[in-house]
């Protein structure tokens, strides 16, 4: 199930975002017209976010799909027990998107 406005990914069962406060959709239809590839793997949410705004700056869509349990509940932190966020982009903009993000420094603990 995805979030229509912020377009998290949630756990089946979830049936409203958190954040946004707007029901899930069971697909994007803008996520489902490209082929997405994994760019970088996060320990954790924040990160992921932060890399995603960066990207999408750069006129990159990029999407994160990772623990979702923690954000259903609104708990956002660096060190969820086992939680990970994989931060997806498009195929065709998968090297620009690596390129801009080996550029941020963004520190992880
Ligand atoms: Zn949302």
Same mark, same amino acid.
């Given at each position: 199930m995805f979030c229509p406005e912020c377009k998290s990914e949630f756990e089946n069962g979830i !049936?409203?975002?958190?954040?946004? /406060?707007?029901?899930?959709?069971?697909?994007l239809p803008e996520l489902a017209g490209f082929k997405?590839?994994?760019?970088?793997?996060y320990s954790g949410y924040i990160p992921a976010e932060m890399a995603k705004?960066?990207?999408e700056?750069?006129? !990159?869509p990029a999407f994160?799909? /990772?623990d979702f349990i923690s954000t259903a509940y609104g708990v956002r932190t660096w060190d969820i027990a086992g939680g990970k966020a994989v931060l997806f982009v498009p195929k065709?903009?998968?090297e620009k998107a690596k390129t801009i993000i080996d550029e941020m420094t963004v520190d992880e603990p």
């Open positions: !049936i409203h975002c958190h954040d946004c /406060g707007v029901s899930l959709v069971e697909s997405w590839k994994v760019v970088k793997q705004e960066v990207l700056g750069n006129s !990159i994160i799909k /990772g065709e903009d998968l």
